[in-house]
């Protein structure tokens, strides 16, 4: 029987390296323009006249089913994310024993790519088609960030994380933006260039995997090089595809002896439902509640790209003052307001207002998310990817269930505000949960770690305040 292979460390990793950390940033800039043209501004508008031009009334067949287009959307969003949240603990526990992490990244963000690419070719005579491909875009999108997220810690010195994952959600947000503009001029524009107006629109989402797959060169080229497989993998058999479990099962193991971080992934859980819930669904109510018109709500979504960029910013020095758990409290107190002010917003003035803020707190949240978990891990721990593997299924479940819940509440009552009203109690839920970590270090001695895993230096302790 031939010995099971023993992880060694690959070599250390030059932190806080400006060449390997600009280029750890680019990514976010390469595909961010998913999330915005395709999840919250482009995608979803045409999504909706595509259905209505099937069907006024906005009810649609889908495999025989009668659904109504917009919950239609939201239920694809959750399967995608439900069917990443199953594969990728499987898939980053085996880039961590393969030392394949950067491949893994690649193959995601090109699957990705070409399914926005794919886009092109939605029109209602390709409803249920595009509705996968819409699907396959979204496992791209959301496989690629966890391994993209795992290489924060080992890039980054601990002082620096809030500042570089506020540096990568800005460099996101303004690609992004630039992206948007000139699609959003294609649109708007398309009789002076010849195309017609659908033309236009699906050509934006031609553009939006090409930009994501031509931008993601610069960090292919720049994050270190795959260690390729310890030694001795070679000579096991093919329970190697196993491996990937076993290491997970190792992870799994180390987080009984990580209450701290137990206790993030659950307040990350329920707040998040919150969040990614409102971003993915707040053009849908746009367009369906306040009846906005499709270059109002996408000039309102660029804006509060404009304005996410100070807001990862200024949740990146508020964290510095008074500690990450503190202010990801202020910012979770903020979206449980948003959402009493989106039950009662209306076109107008305070639509504009409640997008600033949503803006505000949008990117500070979701960056200090991200740099907080790295602080709660385990430092130097050769199995990054297999710890963001449990923060990335956290994410992604809680999407599945939101969406689902915001999808189902509306159906059944006929109404987004009912949907948006039903959001607070996540809101709730995560800022009971993040007040358990208040007062208390972040990165806390774990059990043990399994022999497989070689031995760690003495964990740090920095007392959250």
Known sequence: MTPSPTLTAPAPVEKDNKRITR?????????????????????????????KDINPTDVVSFFGF????????????????????????????????SGRKKLFLQFFCYLG???CAGLFFFTKDTLTLSTFVFIAATVGFSGSIVFYNSYLPEISSEAKYDSLSARGFSMGYVGSVILLVTCLVLITFNE???????????LSFLLTG??????????????????????????????WLLNGFRELGKVWDQLAGLPNLKKFLLAYFTYNM????????ATIFGDKELHLES??????????????????????KLSERIGNTRALSYSVAIWGLICVAGYFVQAGWSF??????????????????????????????????????????????????????FGLIAQITGSMRNSILSLIVFFVLGFVFLLTLRGKKLREDAAPAPAAFPSSPPLTVRNEG
Do not use: C, H
Not at 210 to 238: C, H, K, N
Not at 300 to 316: E, H, K, P, R, S
């Open 23 to 51: 280029g750890w940033t680019f990514y976010d800039w390469a595909n961010s323009v998913y999330p915005l043209v395709i999840t919250s501004s482009i995608f979803p508008i045409y999504w909706g006249s595509v259905t």
């Open 66 to 97: 009668q659904v109504p287009g917009s919950s239609l959307l939201t239920y694809a969003i959750s399967f995608a994310f439900l069917l990443i949240a199953l594969v990728s603990p499987f898939l980053t526990s085996l880039a961590d024993f």
């Open 113 to 115: 790519a070409a399914a």
């Open 192 to 202: 002076t260039f010849g195309l017609t107006k659908g033309f236009a629109t699906r």
């Open 210 to 239: 090409f930009w994501w797959a031509g931008f993601a060169q610069i960090p292919f080229a720049t994050l270190p090089a795959d260690p390729g497989r310890p030694a001795g993998a070679a000579a096991a058999d093919a329970g």
């Open 274 to 281: 919150g969040v990614q819930t409102v971003m993915y669904v």
């Open 295 to 316: 270059t109002a709500l996408i000039v309102t979504i660029l804006l509060l790209q404009v304005v996410a960029i100070l807001g990862a910013y200024l949740f990146a």
């Open 352 to 405: 504009y207002a409640l997008a600033a803020v949503i803006g505000l707190t949008m990117g500070g949240i979701q960056s200090l998310s991200r740099s907080t978990y790295s602080k709660i891990i385990p430092e130097n721990t050769p199995n990054t990817a297999a710890f963001f593997s449990f923060f990335d299924v956290t994410e992604k479940l809680s999407i599945v269930i939101g969406t689902a819940v």
